[in-house]
């Protein structure tokens, strides 16, 4: 087998860096009716974290509001699912978070979570706080969306 059919090559990898910081664990509950994506930002308020992101979510919803893959808007879907997933990154500032949900026959449904999931009888949630770091959006000239940046905290609190 030739170099090129054994993975990606290292030229297109070269420009990532890693952050290695520490981190604190935090575990909450939400409650019925509460916002997910609303909730895990108001935690970061209340707790001032810069650099988060969500370790492990289970639980349900009675409604689901995903936006799918290089679409313009979110849909709307009322009815109970069972959170299987949900993964990304958060500050003060906002989140950027994707779920993984499935219905009452077990089919799902995955996407960009949006305003709008409402939690039906509970979401446990486990974030870490990356002490060390700080997340800011920018636009990435590439397609013109905010993305990620991760810069090291002037100070640490």
């Known amino acids: 087998m030739s170099p090129r059919g054994r993975g990606v090559q290292m030229s297109a990898i070269s420009n990532i860096t890693g952050h290695p910081t520490e981190g604190s664990f935090y575990v909450f509950r939400l409650r019925p009716h509460d916002d997910l994506k609303q909730s895990i930002i108001n935690f970061a308020v209340a707790n001032h974290i810069r650099a988060g992101a969500v370790v492990a979510c289970v639980g349900s919803l009675e409604q689901a509001?995903?936006?799918?893959?290089?679409q313009p808007t979110g849909t709307v879907h009322r009815e109970y699912f069972e959170i299987a997933s949900l993964s990304g990154t958060f500050s003060e500032t906002g989140a950027h978070l994707h779920a993984c949900v499935s219905d009452q026959s077990g089919s799902t449904i995955a996407?960009?979570?949006l305003d709008g999931n409402l939690v039906y009888t509970t979401a446990e949630i486990v974030v870490v706080d990356l002490a060390g770091l700080e997340f800011a959006r920018e636009i990435d000239a590439t397609y013109g969306y905010r993305e990620l940046v991760v810069k090291k905290k002037d100070n640490v609190d």
């Open 65 to 70: 509001t995903l936006r799918f893959a290089n």
């Open 111 to 113: 996407g960009h979570l």
